[in-house]
């Protein structure tokens, strides 16, 4: 009876009726079917007369007929093709055994090994968690990357944006989480990437000891719209069922921007209106609909990390303002920063985690807000000590910001293939900010005997 629970449960969610319908037209990236009354979302298959079937989402509605949008090529496809519902394709099977796969957007093994046991059927559109059924965030949740743990440091079911360009380090750092996290699975969404860019995530950033706890999930940037947004909720679907099954489950998603961009195909080809910078509101209502379903629950967690990809560096920009709103915290990662070659880019005083007062010890928050207020003061000062115009002894402060920022420096750095444990990364906080400390001390004291000396 096990061994059969995952088909008796798609037989209970199955459709008695199949509805069915025929095609009339096809538009651009849509195809328009009549007599097929589907709810928007429901998944379809169009059967041409000549080929396999295709795989298609109800995107909306043009008087009477249903806007598809297929997901792959409409070559083939003629006047009079049959379209029939399809109930499968609300669901993505799961199990233990897809760690260390590697799926397409509609959660099917690409990566030549097989198929795998399946032990449930999760829904790909589901709702979030209800509000008072989340449990509060209150451990951390170790990263291995020391400026992320010890200035931001993420909580088990907390959920972060990384907001960056294009090359600043935004996949390597995803790859750095992904090998030395304390999460029990990693589950990894690359969306709308150049092909090349997954094979080197793959052998590079993640390495086998990555892949070895993380499921991918990969819909490039030559898939259709539909699949690249469904992409982003396979994953999520995924991440439920190990959550459900009492994981802490780390969530990563790249990008974000490139599921933005391709619902506003979408919301385009059916028939919305564009708003801001020609994103569609589809757009704006999908984010925090997919973004709400990370958090913890009192099965288990699901910690989320989304990629923005701004444009032209500009966090401002709306869909990175919309996330930026919805998420617990954001990581910025800086241009300036990786053309010094300092990696991992993160902008500490232009990133923050909202659970971090939460999730940290009195001590290790104390630590953090020293090194901020040195590298604060660091900004202040930079211009000036870069053209020579600060003489130093004239204030205690900016000469800790000198001296102080090339430790911090030192600590902040981490080689690609470096490791740091929590327990590591507090240590050497804490030794970093005894440093700070005794210099304050020192020019403090000779700043003091100055004016003794002067009087007398």
Request: with cysteine; aromatic share 4%; hydrophobic share 45%.
């Amino acid at each position: 009876m096990t061994l059969l629970a995952p088909q008796f449960e798609l037989l209970e969610r199955a459709e008695l009726v199949q509805v069915t319908g025929r095609v009339t037209a096809v538009t651009g990236l849509t195809v328009l079917a009549e007599h097929l009354p589907v709810s928007v979302g429901s998944m379809c298959e169009i059967v041409p007369r000549h080929g396999a079937p295709i795989a298609a989402q109800a995107v909306g509605f043009q008087d009477s007929r249903t806007v598809l949008m297929p997901l792959s090529e409409v070559i083939g496809v003629s006047t009079g093709d049959r379209v029939r519902s399809s109930a499968s394709l609300q669901h993505v099977p799961v199990g233990r055994q897809m760690i260390g796969r590697v799926l397409d957007g509609l959660g099917r093994p690409i990566d030549e090994r097989g198929a795998f046991a399946v032990e449930a059927h999760y829904p790909v559109i589901a709702s979030a968690p209800a509000a008072l059924s989340r449990t509060s965030i209150d451990e951390p949740m170790a990263t291995g990357v020391r400026s992320i743990d010890a200035m931001h440091t993420l909580g088990k079911g907390q959920r972060l944006g990384v907001f960056a360009g294009t090359g600043v380090g935004k996949s390597v750092l995803m790859g750095m989480i992904a090998r030395n996290t304390a999460a029990d699975v990693n589950v990894v969404a690359l969306v709308g990437e150049r092909g090349r860019e997954v094979g080197d995530f793959l052998k590079r950033d993640l390495g086998d000891e990555g892949l070895k706890r993380t499921i991918m999930v990969v819909s490039t940037s030559d898939r259709s719209p539909v699949e690249r947004v469904r992409a982003c909720f396979v994953a999520t679907a995924i991440a439920e069922y190990f959550r459900d099954e009492g994981a802490d489950v780390l969530l990563m998603m790249d990008s974000t921007t490139r599921m933005a961009m391709a619902q506003r195909q979408i919301g385009l080809a059916a028939g919305e209106p564009p708003a801001t910078k020609g994103y569609t509101p589809s757009v704006f209502a999908l984010i925090p609909q997919l973004l709400e379903r990370a958090g913890r629950t009192a099965a288990g967690s699901i910690t989320g990390l989304y990629t923005v990809l701004v444009e032209g560096d500009d966090i401002n920009e709306p869909v990175a303002d919309a996330v930026r709103g919805t998420l617990d915290g954001h990581i910025w990662l800086s241009r300036k920063l990786a053309n010094r070659g300092h990696f991992p880019a993160v902008a500490t005083l232009d990133s923050i985690s909202r659970v971090m007062p939460d999730i940290v010890g009195d001590e290790d928050m104390a630590a953090a807000r020293t090194v901020r207020s040195v590298l604060a003061t660091w900004e202040d000062i930079e211009d000036l000590v870069n053209i020579g115009a600060y003489a130093a002894g004239s204030n205690v402060e900016y000469d800790i910001a000198v001296q102080g920022k090339p430790w911090i420096d030192e600590f902040l750095r981490q080689g690609m293939r470096e490791t740091s444990t929590a327990e590591e990364t507090r240590t050497r906080l804490r030794e970093l900010v005894q440093r700070i400390d005794g210099l304050r001390a020192k020019l403090g004291g000779c700043a003091a005997k100055a004016p003794q000396a002067k009087r007398k």
